[in-house]
Each structure stands twice: as C-alpha cells, then as structure tokens.
C-alpha cells in the first residue's frame, strides 16, 4: 500500500527518483535564507526543514533497499519524522541539499545493478505490511513528489 501513488501520474519510479535533484535546484535558485527558513504553511516544515527530511528519508531508504538486496523478506524498522525533525534547525539547506543530492546519487547508483527479478525481492515493514522492492522504489519517488509539489506551492501560491 503505497501512500504516495497518487503522485506518480503512472511515471517510472527510478526516472522520478533521477529527475527529483534538478528539479530541487531549479525550486531553490534564487531563494534567499528568510525564504528558506518561513514555514511553508502554518504548523509545516520550512523549506529547509523539508530538504533535511529529505536527506534523512534518503539514509533510510538508502538501508531499505540495500537491506531488501541482501536478504529478501527481511523486516525493516519503522522511524519517527518528527523525532528527527527535532533536530533540523540544526542543518542548513545548504548541507541538507548536498547530502541529499549525494546519497540519490549513491542510491540510483546501486539500483543500476539491480536485476530485474530483484525488484521483487520482499520487504516487511511493521506498519505497512509485506511489499516488494519495486514499491518502495514507488514510494520513493512519490515522496519525492509530495514534497516538489508542496514546494512548488510555497514559491508560487
């Protein structure tokens, strides 16, 4: 059960995953910090609270898929955002979107040598049940979505 399907529009996954940095950079050009930092609606993540959650997701998606490699039907842990959000006025965007760019890189890097078999290789997450690879990859690239248009919403409303 993928939450972020809907922000497909039946694209491949991987292709968002690759065009999600350039179009993070072309939102952010010209931003100025005070930008950056407003909240992107009240009680939301800022712009560069946004862009460290991206970061973090990218970590643990990162284990996700190296993790469903090496032993298919593992059980992956769950995380809690607004735990480590505690921590985001501590990052700037700046090394928030760097290491974010570094760690997509590293991960679509792995996924070039993903067989196609694999991509059914077994997950189990405690929340969301027993899916394969192939949806996470989805739910990746949705959430990369979810966030591009929230941004968009904020330069733009």
């Known amino acids: ?13 991987v292709e968002i995953m690759k065009s999600t940095p350039a179009e993070l950079q072309s939102l952010l050009g010209g931003m100025t910090t005070e930008q950056m930092d407003a909240p992107t609606a009240p009680g939301k993540w800022s712009v560069r609270e946004i862009l460290a959650h991206l970061a973090d997701c990218e970590l643990v998606w990162a284990w996700r898929i190296r993790h ?8 992956v842990a769950p995380f809690d955002q607004d735990v480590w959000a505690e921590r985001y006025a501590m990052y700037s965007a700046e090394l928030s979107l760097r290491t974010f760019f570094t760690l997509r890189e590293w991960n679509l890097a792995v996924l070039n040598t993903v067989a196609p078999g694999e991509l059914g290789n077994l997950l189990t997450h405690p929340e969301r049940g027993t899916f394969p690879l192939s949806e996470l990859l989805e739910m990746i690239a949705g959430h990369d979505r979810n966030h591009i248009v929230r941004l968009k919403e904020h330069r733009c409303p």
Request: glycine share 10%.
């Open 68 to 75: 469903t490699l090496e032993k298919p039907g593992a059980a």
């Open 1 to 13: 059960m993928n939450p972020y399907a809907s922000y497909l529009d039946g694209r491949d996954a």
